[in-house]
């Protein structure tokens, strides 16, 4: 005597298996072309139909929300942790939160991106993106009161720090994937307090032909 399948179990699988595909295929498309890449060619990517894609994620918001809470939440424990750090040192606090976001830009790729995007109809986002944000100007607060940052830098300095080190890790991460570590240490250095003591560069400094091989790879692509 044979009994019948569960005929739900095979669709089950399926299902979470469409789903694991479209959010690696969304993670690659982000990475490589920013968070408004093509849904078509994710779904493409990820060897399914259109029809797949919107029933598992609606909107590109729904996506957004399957693929960036996980580093969004990432930044949010390195904020927390560079708060503890703050309490003792503010400036270990400031700076490490500096040198961590470059360390997972570095990993990731995007990382500025997910802090400038607006998030139109992804909540949970914008309530994460929100907690980084007051940590990070708590962070600088506590830093510039404490006489550790030069008094004529403000909050939205910082952004430089974050944009041009997403700049440097897109143009030499392939020949130098250290080279951010020094970059950071160099812009950090442009924040501190005059009187204040300098930190050591954190990465060798770039040789000629590294500059050359990065130059001519921007040329090729």
Not at 144 to 154: L, N, P, Y
Not at 180 to 192: A, C, P, T
Request: proline share 5%; aromatic share 6%.
């Amino acid at each position: 005597m044979t009994t019948s399948a569960d005929p739900t179990r095979s669709p089950r699988k399926d299902t979470v298996r469409n789903r694991a595909a479209l959010v690696e295929a969304a993670r690659a498309a982000f990475t490589a072309q920013g968070l408004d890449a093509p849904l078509e060619r994710i779904a493409a990517a990820a060897g399914l139909g259109n029809a797949t894609l919107y029933r598992h994620f609606p909107t590109r918001a729904n996506l957004w929300e399957a693929v960036l809470l996980e580093p969004l939440r990432e930044v949010r424990d390195l904020v927390e942790d560079c708060l503890r750090r703050a309490e003792t040192d503010p400036w270990d606090g400031f700076s490490s939160f500096a040198r961590g976001t470059a360390r997972i830009e570095a990993r990731r790729a995007g990382y500025s991106e997910l802090m400038t995007t607006r998030y139109d109809g992804a909540p949970e986002l914008l309530r994460v993106r929100a907690e980084i944000q007051r940590g990070v100007e708590s962070l600088f607060r506590q830093a510039s009161e404490a006489g550790a940052i030069r008094s004529d830098a403000v909050l939205e300095d910082f952004a430089l720090v974050q944009i041009s080190t997403a700049a440097v890790i897109r143009t030499f991460g392939d020949v130098a994937p250290a080279v951010h570590q020094r970059w950071v240490d160099l812009i950090l250095d442009g924040f501190r307090a005059p009187d204040a003591a300098r930190d050591e560069l954190g990465a060798p400094a770039l040789r000629p032909n590294q500059i050359w091989r990065a130059v001519m790879r921007r040329h090729e692509r």
